[in-house]
């Protein structure tokens, strides 16, 4: 059974960091490509930010390059968020998925496995 468990989330104010931590089970970790997407209440989930299996490289969503870093430790199988310098607009639930595919996608609906979210709020 597969399962992907986010945690890290909470309530923090304008310009605070954040580190998202999403640990894998039940799958072979380190052949999947790892995403974390988000969605905020009346919006469709987007995509925030992607990793290939091996070989670290990152893709990220225009509204959070420079802020956001993604990593992955596939001998612990998680995937991190590292939220840095965060805005209200970051507000949203946060979710990690796995994708078969060897390169990032954007899409959702390219990710096979989701983790159930965790809730990220920042005050203005």
């Known amino acids: 059974q597969v399962q992907l468990v986010e945690s890290g989330g909470g309530l923090v104010q304008a310009g605070a960091s954040l580190r998202l931590s999403c640990a894998a089970s039940g799958l072979t970790f380190s052949s999947r490509t790892l995403g974390w997407f988000r969605q905020a209440p009346g919006k469709e989930r987007e995509f925030v930010a992607g990793?290939?299996?091996?070989?670290?490289?990152?893709s990220y969503a225009d509204s959070v390059k420079g802020r956001f870093t993604i990593s992955r430790d596939n001998s612990k199988s998680t995937v991190t968020l590292q939220m840095n310098s965060l805005k209200p607009e970051d507000t949203a639930v946060y979710y990690c998925?796995?994708?078969?595919?060897?390169?990032?996608?954007?899409?959702?609906?390219?990710?096979?496995?989701w983790g159930r979210g965790t809730q990220v709020t920042v005050s203005s």
């Open positions: 998925a796995s994708s078969p595919y060897s390169d990032i996608k954007y899409r959702a609906g390219l990710y096979e496995y």
């Open positions: 990793i290939i299996r091996v070989g670290g490289t990152t």
